[in-house]
């Protein structure tokens, strides 16, 4: 994992080094928040966008899946000389389609799905002053300051 980058994981995971998880113990789930109204304080703004971002890279891999076939059901091939190759190669074709298609039908079928943007969270004064929330077993003291770090900018 190179410096500055990380793997956006869910709860299952804790927040350590190379993994940025939500803020566990408050509101999650997109479906949550529309029905008991926006976040209340700034981990919860923090798990809205986490969310967020964690459905749009489904999406884009329920798309990329969607698109080769092949991806379902591996045939049993050399893993690094075949099945490795046929997997970053699908994912380049995919890129390109995505980047250079206005009318992608693959994407097409997922995209109505309501996407949250940043400028959906309301701005309300005070919510980074809360405690860090800093969860039972997220140890890591590195990525608890990345994790504070960008929910604090969020706010």
């Not at 209340?40 to 971002?53: G, Y």
């Not at 996407?115 to 969860?135: A, E, H, S």
Request: proline fraction near 3%; aromatic fraction near 12%; hydrophobic fraction near 35%.
């Amino acid at each position: 994992m190179q410096l500055g980058k990380y793997y956006l994981v869910d709860a299952g995971y804790k927040n350590q080094k190379g993994f940025l998880a939500s803020y566990k113990g408050c509101q999650y789930h997109q479906e949550v928040f529309q029905a008991t109204g926006w976040p209340k304080n700034a981990n919860e703004i923090f798990n809205t966008v986490h969310s967020s971002l964690r459905s749009a890279i489904e999406r884009a891999f329920g798309v990329w899946k969607a698109r080769w076939g092949f991806l379902h059901n591996m045939p049993r091939y050399d893993f690094r000389k075949v099945q490795v190759p046929l997997v970053g190669a699908s994912m380049v074709i995919h890129n390109f389609m995505r980047r250079n298609s206005s009318d992608d039908e693959a994407f097409n079928k997922v995209a109505n799905v309501e996407n949250f943007t940043f400028n959906d969270v309301p701005n309300v004064d005070g919510l980074g002053d809360d405690n860090d929330g800093k969860p039972e077993g997220d140890d890591d003291v590195r990525m608890n300051k990345v994790r504070k770090s960008i929910r604090n900018e969020l706010v």
